[in-house]
């Protein structure tokens, strides 16, 4: 993640903030990243974690009267999408890059059909021919598996079953061969063994595409399975960034920790599942110091006056935290 | 899609049976994905529908249209209305053709023809000429009413169209852009709203009255166009608050759709239920407003004639010659509560599934 040349997207400082009944709201607060060409990375975090609010502001979805990107860049190829016109974003925004949404059931127009769906993005940024979006549009129906793909083409969203709307999702995604997908929790609303096969879905496309892929999710397993780097948010910051393999095996922040505690070990014989005491801080009122100082079992007093630093542990493991060294050393 | 698709040693064989339902398979050999079975679409996600148990597929509308055929009065509403919309369209050609009698035709001999009763020669005895009698020009009291049902439906259709296309297209601009714009569209609505309306429209004609039958149909057609845009706008912007916020919205913008595209493509056509309802319950409205225009004298002008200004002419000599007022005037109430009818029932038909999303 170091790489200077060459990451396809370099997100810098991200903030955005949102005007609120409560106050301002700072759903993202200073989040930088790198996403190289080819690779996935996860975003997890909690429910108001800021993880779903950073991927709409990549793509400057973000509704503008509450919401507001303060400050920050997003490098995507070296341009800031940031200072771009809106007319150029929508150039990028489904060509360039994709994005599919949580819930299947919701993400399709109900009273389009699909064929139409799937050819609107084609015909849009491609400029082919209502014939020949159609054809485009068939062939990456049968890509994503589904069955029977050219005389379902033409069917509506509620002829579909939730995983097969997740599977249209992503042939829209694909249509253009974008060069980077978000895919923001693609499989929380879906059965376990659908997850499944969605998540290799996404993965086998991805290596025949060579596209690069953020993942968001709150499921630590998603993330083993299918990511190269992690990035463990909190709060609307980044509290731990790693490469997959040494997040799980060596966490440097006690909040990662108690996230991967938190996963329910079957081998497990004792009764009660671990949980981080507490619950996630209300974004608008946030204390000083650390953010998750209130729920820690390692914080101290320094914790609670003092933000903590952004402490580099190898060339690639980052960690936000007063102790970021010691939780480190004593992870195995 | 790139064809250099690394291909997975194995999956040139045949799907494993059991595991997908249809007899030929439905992914290929050298297609990237579902190449290794345990990956094949698993059984419990595909719907009896997706097997192809299903042959036809149903959109909404078909379920709606059933719907709407279970509705004992709608059906009657509608096929009055295409009755008398056919009759009123062909009618009067037809009439020319079997007996060379027109709506303007007035006949050279008029003292004998005037005001004739129904099914009645001059002399007194039955005759099948005048079916409805004529008026007190002597003119074909049939005719007269086909004609004016040409008008009045005209005129009930088109301005409701206007009404359409303006209430519509303001109603959904409003609604998707929202914050202080929208705010500023819907209080100009208010105020707009609270004119009585009657006195613009007849203001509107008398500035701005005709000389040719035609043109001032044409007038009739934007000026109660122009009044009646009001509740479509406000029903419009409803339906586009609450639609906006869906996630498929979101979703078209993430794949670079323009905002005017997004409110004309995507969410206009979700709230067509609600506006094919009003606007079917708008045209009686429109055509009484224009029946009661004609009684003012700011309506057609004659030799044009629409029922109202029939059943004006036929209100002068009510006592004497009574079926001068009641054939436009029942024609015109059956047409009036057939729309009605028939707008009732496709708001029964319609609202259910446009709750489904």
């Known amino acids: ?332 | 899609m790139n064809d250099d698709r690394p291909t997975i040693p194995g999956d040139q064989d045949q799907p494993e049976p059991g595991l997908t339902p249809d007899p030929a398979p439905s992914y290929r050999a050298g297609d990237v994905i579902h190449t290794a079975p345990e990956f094949a679409i698993a059984d419990a996600d595909v719907l009896a529908a997706e097997r192809g148990d299903v042959i036809a597929g149903t959109s909404l509308w078909r379920d709606a249209w059933r719907r709407l055929l279970k509705n004992k009065l709608a059906v009657f509403g509608m096929i009055v209305v295409l009755i008398i919309t056919v009759a009123s369209v062909a009618g009067p050609s037809v009439i020319k053709r079997i007996n060379g009698l027109t709506p303007d035709y007035i006949p050279t001999e008029v003292a004998a023809l005037r005001s004739l009763p129904p099914l009645t020669a001059p002399d007194g005895s039955f005759s099948w000429l005048h079916p409805m009698g004529t008026d007190n020009q002597g003119r074909d009291l049939l005719a007269r009413v086909l004609q004016g049902g040409q008008i009045s439906l005209l005129v009930g259709v088109i301005a409701t169209l206007v009404s359409l296309l303006i209430g519509v297209s303001y109603g959904a601009v409003a609604g998707y852009l929202g914050g202080r714009i929208d705010n500023l569209m819907m209080r100009f609505v208010d105020v707009l709203y609270s004119l009585p309306y009657i006195i613009v429209v007849i203001v509107l004609l008398a500035l701005f009255r005709s000389q040719t039958g035609r043109g001032q149909v044409i007038l009739l057609f934007i000026a109660l166009g122009s009044v009646s845009w009001l509740t479509m706008a406000r029903i419009v912007r409803g339906q586009v608050l609450s639609l906006k916020n869906e996630e498929f919205v979101l979703a078209a913008r993430a794949t670079g759709v323009s905002t005017p595209r997004i409110i004309f493509r995507h969410i206009v056509p979700n709230t067509l239920g609600p506006v094919i309802v009003y606007a079917t319950l708008t045209i009686p409205t429109i055509m009484l407003t224009e029946a009661f225009l004609s009684f003012l004298g700011f309506g057609v002008q004659p030799p044009l004639a629409s029922w109202g200004s029939l059943a004006t002419d036929g209100i002068q000599n009510l006592g004497i010659f009574p079926w001068q007022l009641v054939f436009p005037g029942v024609t015109m109430a059956l047409t009036l509560f057939s729309l009605n009818f028939l707008g009732d029932g496709l708001r029964d038909a319609l609202d259910p599934q446009m709750r489904k999303v």
């Open chain 1, 1 to 332: 993640m170091t790489n200077p040349n060459g990451n396809l997207l370099e997100v810098k400082n991200l903030r955005t903030y949102f005007n609120t009944e409560d106050g301002e709201v700072k759903a993202v607060d200073g989040i930088s990243f790198q996403l190289q060409r080819g690779e996935t990375l996860g975003i997890v975090g909690e429910s108001g974690s800021g993880k779903s609010v950073t991927n709409l502001s990549l793509i400057r979805l973000i509704p503008s009267p509450p919401g507001r990107i303060v400050s920050g860049e997003v490098l995507f190829d070296g341009v800031d999408i940031l200072s771009l016109p809106e007319a150029e974003v929508r150039k990028i925004r489904g060509r360039r890059i994709a994005m599919i949404f949580q819930d299947p059931m919701t993400s399709l127009n109900p009273f389009m059909k699909i064929s139409r769906q799937l050819m609107e993005i084609t015909q849009l940024h491609l400029g082919l021919t209502k014939a020949q979006a159609y054809e485009h549009a068939v062939k990456m129906l049968e890509t994503v598996g589904i069955p029977d793909a050219r005389s379902r083409a033409d069917n509506y969203p509620h002829e579909f079953s939730g995983g097969m709307r997740q599977r249209v999702m992503i042939a829209m995604a694909l249509s253009c061969q974008p060069q980077l997908l978000i895919a923001d929790e693609p499989t929380t609303a879906l059965d376990v063994t659908i997850q499944a096969q969605i998540l290799e879905l996404i993965k086998t496309l991805k290596q025949a595409t060579g596209t690069s892929v953020i993942l968001i999710t709150h499921d630590l397993g998603v993330v083993a399975g299918m990511t190269d780097h992690v990035i463990v948010m909190y709060a609307g910051k980044v509290f731990e960034q790693a490469p997959t393999g040494e997040l799980f095996a060596r966490p440097g922040n006690p909040y990662t920790k108690g996230l991967l505690r938190s996963v329910p070990d079957p081998t497990d014989e004792r009764g009660e599942l671990y949980q981080i005491p507490g619950l996630p801080p209300d974004v608008a009122r946030l204390p000083p110091g650390c953010p998750f100082a209130p729920r820690c079992d390692r914080a101290e007093e320094i914790c609670r006056q003092e933000f903590p630093p952004f402490v580099q542990l190898t060339s690639e493991h980052f960690s936000l935290c007063h102790f970021a060294n010691e939780v480190y050393e004593t992870s195995k």
